[in-house]
């Protein structure tokens, strides 16, 4: 028997940028990074052709990993990054 409810922690961050223009895309983006220890998930929901070039470019330059990538149909982009080391 359980004594105690633990807290489920969700398995990735979330960051809505869709609104911001570059360099405010990876900007925005490093800082939540930064926020996370090495190995956690980003969740990144971003808007426009070059943020969707540049971000995902820019995190793998800085040691970090690109999981996943998928288009939707209303022209975002979800871009799920994992934190490289410090």
Do not use: F, W
């Not at 939540?32 to 330059?61: C, F, I, K, W, Y």
């Not at 800085?62 to 994992?82: A, I, M, P, W, Y």
């Amino acid at each position: 028997m359980l004594d105690e409810v633990l807290p489920v922690q969700p398995a990735y961050q979330r960051l809505d940028i869709t609104r911001e223009v570059c360099p405010m895309t990876y900007v925005r983006t490093r800082l939540a990074l930064d926020r996370l220890a090495p190995g956690q998930m980003l969740m990144v929901h971003l808007s426009g052709e070059e943020p969707r070039r540049n971000v995902p470019r820019t995190a793998v330059e800085q040691g970090h990993v690109v999981v996943s990538q998928k288009d939707n149909s209303d022209g975002t982009t979800d871009l799920l990054l994992r934190r490289g080391p410090p």
